[in-house]
């Protein structure tokens, strides 16, 4: 599943480095979310993040995307002022009630 996070305009301009990010993603994925690989490129306001998930459809493999996203931006203090622009196969309305959905 991809997923696009972007900087607030008043935001950081600088994501962390594309290792740092992986690292990230990886320190917020849950077993459950059956995360398999992650790849990452970063670029001034905006990081394009890949997730390899094994679920049981795709609707639940990009739920656990998106849901693994929003722990990242709700969680991290590198990513503060970041924010979710896309995650492929859902829609911001399919996120709620998710753990770190931010309201």
């Known amino acids: 599943m991809?997923?696009?996070l972007r900087s607030a305009p008043d935001g950081p301009g600088t994501p962390p480095d594309a290792a740092a990010l992986t690292d990230i993603c990886w320190a917020y994925a849950l077993p459950q979310d059956g995360v398999e690989h992650v790849r990452c490129a970063v670029r001034p306001r905006r990081a394009d993040l890949v997730l390899f998930v094994q679920g049981p459809?795709?609707?639940?493999?990009?739920?656990?995307?998106?849901?693994?996203?929003?722990?990242?931006?709700?969680?991290?203090?590198q990513l503060t002022g970041w924010y979710l622009q896309t995650c492929e196969g859902i829609t911001p309305e399919s996120l709620t009630g998710c753990a770190g959905r931010p309201e």
């Open 57 to 77: 459809s795709a609707a639940d493999a990009a739920l656990a995307a998106g849901r693994v996203c929003l722990r990242m931006l709700t969680g991290s203090r």
């Open 2 to 4: 991809g997923a696009v």
